[in-house]
């Protein structure tokens, strides 16, 4: 519960100075993504503590080292939360972390996703500037998103400090059906079920098993269970019970499927997609958007596999973390985003090679 | 690119006509008099030349050629805009992209919708209504403006509290970088690898390329809307029950707060049963299933009732709740009818602000002797000031101007933004830096040089260069406008 602001600026400009590299590491949650961390660790775990809370105003604003934890404990307390469900991991996760990373659950689709809801930063670039971009309200225009286009950028373009972010209030009511189901036929319900006015809030496929999670007034979510259960698969619905422990394991990849070394590929890629030619373990999410596959396969083979689908791929865990692990960029956005990387760090100081060989 | 072998016009307009259809390669002055300015029209300007390509090689041609000779492009979709950032360039082409206006397809699966830059709006949402589906943001201008207009200011509406801004409602976008290079940012999933260029691009004014293509998300349309007004004799006590409704766990599709000049003018233009001589007016519309919006309706009565609403009416159907939204819809040019001319100012608030907001806007209002009315996206503290004032009365404008000016600082002051949906263009250039830092500024010029170095696309547009005091200068001595606007927006 610091603010350390001051010593992480010195740490930059230190090493820029000294012509030394920077891996910033949040509560090192995530240390498996991206390709191999070089440098030297620049910890910001310690800056960290809610700034402040406005329930009212559904706003949140927080150090970037403050662990998800700590956020959701708070608005727990006015009945929010986290609309974008972010990977907690084991409570080590940080709201630096969790944008720089672009996480999101298995509500996105629905509720949106971190990149969504933030509504503002402070960054300190590699020049050791210590800048604020968007702010505390919902809209705002003025300016480039320096804020969203963060998400993802793994600490490429600059040290995120503090994040605010829209919150939500909590559902009144959730509930869950199951139903027996093959993946292709899993896909084509989910989206239509997606394409009804109806409070879905989270659609999932494993094991020849399909999720809907509904979500809202408990009128609304009651008529829909009713109605779904007998309806658009061969088996009757069931809903599940404890049904927050099977959405929370999917949230934390603590699922089965996510455990053991075999090589974890994610594709985002349109959600209504055949589902790409690879024999093995699949694990369906987003109403169909995310797909996570077990096993071993080339980056090359991959990115076809994503493009034919609409989409990309990356290898999230194992595997080769030298090679790249993002899907390759097309030549014109590769030099796009070098120029951009050069506007926030002139001289490479932060996460290099981190995000992608080139930059 | 050497300035010396720069064409003048006359070469430039047969360049263009070697392959655009020479009806479309404007040059004289009547003709190009309509793209003179946008949405907001006391800023004007013609430009060397008016083009109106229909293919997107077409495009890229010319900004092959404006590259080469480093000649400004400004981008220009309805001219709907409400910040003068479609004003032409008066050295530059104008580039208008309306004949871009197919619906290229419809996903009714994937709900999706890819359109050309310059369709309309509106336009996708009545073509995807077959399907039970709509485009969400909507822009109170949604009946011309465009989606590549509201790609280039991040547009917003009255839903967005619920449904998002243009950001959250597009999956990719093509573009044309200034060079004329194709770029395809985004995809058909709802995230890429690597940092956000859909974010960045998004709300950029037309500084970083053009949008030649856009991939929209539509949404299942409700099953049902209704909406409750509310009417209060305190600002605060109405600002205090949309908190109510926050608190409560409501999000409603739609939360808009009038003060009393607006009901007023509202009232008397649109005869929609507003009560005259409240202080605060709401409508809070609530959307779902039936038996959500029948569960959050009574909710929304009753939380009104205990924060001392002094009347409370509810939608029973369609034609009264179109009627109810009529009176808000149709503020602008209400208010437009009991003033010369009115300027509509586009700040963001917190919320908890308003009251402390509005009563320093009414010292303000004596100061400089300009009534103000007051719409209010209560439910995203997005506030639109309308300032009104009699442009043949010398000075007032100016003086408008200045009280608009302070207004925006205020609004930065107390947590807030200089604009919520209308974007900078040039209208607020000289606000930005009260917003900004010189450096945060100058991370700003960086990024645009990191897509356009020469600083051709839409120049002077936005983000104030490091030239600013120059033409900040420039802007004062500026001819006065014509006619101010009477568009309506959000």
Known sequence: ?359 | MTEKSKPDKARLVELFRSFIDPEYVIEDAETQRPYECDGLSMYCEMPLVVVLPESVEQVQRVLQICHQHGIPVVARGAGTGLCAGAMPHAEGVLLSLAKFNQIVSIDPLARTARVQPGVRNLAITEAAAEHGLYYGPDPSSQIACTIGGNVAENSGGVHCLKYGLTVHNILSVEMLSVEGEKLSIGSQGLDSCGMDLMALITGSEGLLGIVTEVTVKLLPQPEKAQVVMAAFDSVQKAGDAVGGIISRGIIPGGLEMMDTHAISAAEDFAKAGYPKGAEALLLCEVDGTAEEVQEHIAQVESLFAAYGATSIRTSQSEAERALLWKGRKSAFPAVGRISPDYYCMDGTIPRGQLAHVLTEMQRMSDEYQLRVANVFHAGDGNLHPLILFDANVPGEFERTEEFGGRILELCVEVGGCITGEHGVGIEKIRQMPIQFSEQELVQFNAIKDAFDPAGTLNPGKGVPTLRHCQEHRALETRPMPATPTDTGAA
């Open chain 1, 1 to 359: 519960m610091a603010d350390i602001t001051a010593l992480l600026q010195q740490q930059v400009l230190s090493a820029r100075a000294d012509g030394s590299k920077l891996n910033i590491i949040g509560g090192n949650s995530k240390a498996f993504m991206g390709r191999v961390a070089s440098g030297e660790p620049l910890m910001v775990a310690g800056h960290s503590g809610i700034v402040s809370y406005q329930p009212v105003e559904l706003v949140l604003t927080a150090r970037a080292g403050t662990p998800l934890t700590e956020l959701v404990a708070a608005l727990d307390e006015h009945n929010q939360m986290l609309s974008f469900e972010p990977p907690r991991f084991g409570g080590a996760a940080t709201i630096g972390g969790t944008l720089a990373c672009n996480q999101s659950g298995p509500g996105r689709p629905w509720w949106s996703s971190v990149r969504d809801q933030v509504l503002g930063v402070r960054l300190l670039t590699g020049r050791g500037e210590h800048l604020r971009f968007g702010g505390q309200v919902m809209k705002n225009v003025a300016g480039y998103d320096v804020s969203r286009l963060q998400a993802g950028a793994m600490g490429s373009l600059g040290l995120i400090t503090e994040v605010s972010l829209k919150v939500l209030p909590k559902p009144a009511v959730t509930r869950t059906l199951v139903f027996d189901v093959a993946l292709e036929d899993a896909v084509a319900l989910m989206n239509r079920r997606a394409a009804e006015p109806k409070p879905l809030s989270a659609a999932c496929w494993l094991d020849n098993r399909l999720y809907l999670r509904l979500s809202g007034a408990r009128a609304a979510v009651d008529a829909t269970l009713a109605q779904w259960q007998g309806q658009g698969a061969e088996s009757q619905g069931t809903q599940l019970e404890a049904d927050d422990t099977f959405w929370a394991a999917l949230r934390d990849q603590t699922l089965v499927f996510f455990e053991g070394d075999a090589p974890l590929w994610r594709f985002s890629i349109k959600s209504t997609a055949v589902n790409p030619d690879l024999p093995g373990n699949w694990l369906i999410d987003w109403g169909g958007a995310q797909r996570w596959y077990r096993g071993d396969a080339s980056m090359a083979q991959m990115q076809q596999l994503a493009e034919t689908a609409g989409g990309q791929v990356s290898l999230y865990r194992g595997g080769d973390r030298q090679a790249d692990v993002m899907h390759p960029q097309a030549r014109a956005l590769q030099l796009l985003q070098q120029r951009l990387k050069q506007s926030f760090d002139p001289d490479g100081v932060l996460n290099p090679g981190r995000l992608y060989s080139w930059m």
